[in-house]
Structures are given as C-alpha cells and as structure tokens.
C-alpha cells in the first residue's frame, strides 16, 4: 500500500516566505501608499479637519456654523451657534441624490428627515454621529441640516422669546443661496466630499 502525505516540505515553505518577504521590501522600497475609503478598518480624518458650512436663520441672519468630518466608520455632523444663540430642534438628512431628502411640492420636510433630536434645556453645539453607508463610498453627499435657533434677530426681539428656522449653506453670505430647494421657501443643503486617506 502506497501512503502519501499532504505536508509541503520544508523547502518549499521557505521558498514561499522568501517570496512573501522580497514583496514586502519592495513595497517599502517604492513607498507604497496604503488608502482607505470609509467602511475600512483605519480611521483617518478626526475634528479639526472638518469642513465647515453655515447655519443661517431668518432667511439672512448668520446664527452659527456646521462643521462636517468623516472617518471609517462614522460621519460627522456638528452644529454650533454663534454668541447669543442656541437651539431647541435639530434635524438632518443625508443622502447623495438631492431629490431624495424628503420634501413636498420641492420643499424640505425636517420631521421627516433620518435624524432629529429635541434640546431641552437648549443647547448651543450638538453633533449627530452617523453611521457610515457603504453605498456612499466615492460619492459627494447632500446634507439638509435644520435646526430652531433662539436668539436677537431685531430690535423688537430678545433670546428668550423668539425662534427661526435655520438652514446650513455653503457660504458665508446671507445672499448666498447655492444648493436651494426648489420650492417656495428658502431652505437649502450643502455638499459635503468624503475624505478618503492614507494608513500609517
């Protein structure tokens, strides 16, 4: 009877180490880059490299700002008020394709978006911390992001008494309305790129 063996002799697992090692040192050699989009293992962009976008409300009052990262696993929604402002609701859409935030006749509905949350007392930041989805991955993202802004909008109001409705833009410029709805009113989202980055 003929026996036989299914271990590779030892030879042979040493020519294939040899191997493994020579590729590796010629990856070293050529300063191999390593990338990682989100949904792999490596975070790469934490706050403090956020875009940033702005929240105004009343239609043409700067009441703060929305800042904006991304790392492996999580996007990254921070809202934050100028001085003399905060706010009591907070809602956020997220999608790649505009028209799929919801609306009516072209205008946003907030209480229909994703995420919502109420602030009670008020609050002056808050981020929303959104798990990240794979069909996102190498896309640009639409962020509808509403929020109720308490504050000094006139003469005739006070912090304590009056709220508006505030929407995230792209600019710094109360005129600036890129990226509005196509409805009536003057709601509006930014776009917001995905940062991809390199593993250490």
């Not at 042979?12 to 989009?37: D, H, K, M, P, Q």
């Not at 935030?101 to 978006?113: E, K, S």
């Not at 308490?150 to 792209?170: I, L």
Request: proline share 6%.
């Amino acid at each position: 009877m003929r026996l036989t063996s299914n271990k590779r002799p030892a030879h042979g697992r040493a020519y294939l180490l040899a191997l493994a090692l020579v590729a590796v040192f010629g990856l070293v050699l050529t300063g191999c880059e390593f990338e990682y989009w989100p949904g792999s293992p490596e975070p790469f962009l934490d706050e403090g490299d956020e875009e940033t976008f702005y929240l105004y409300a009343a239609q043409h009052h700067r009441v703060g700002e929305l800042l904006v990262w991304n790392d492996s696993s999580f996007l990254y929604v921070k809202y934050v008020t100028d001085e003399g402002y905060d706010m009591s609701e907070t809602h956020l859409h997220v999608d790649p394709q505009s028209d799929s935030i919801p609306q009516a006749n072209g205008n946003p509905i907030p209480g229909r978006f994703d995420y919502k949350e109420e602030h009670d007392p008020r609050v002056n930041e808050y981020t929303y911390e959104v798990e990240w989805d794979s069909t996102w991955d190498g896309k640009d993202l639409n962020i509808a992001a509403h929020a109720m802004v308490w504050g000094v909008y006139d003469d005739t109001t006070d912090a304590d008494t009056t709220e508006e409705t505030a929407w995230a833009r792209m600019y710094d410029d109360p005129e600036d309305f890129t990226h509005e709805f196509p409805g009536k009113n003057w709601a509006t989202y930014v776009t917001y790129e995905p940062e991809e980055g390199d593993g250490d």
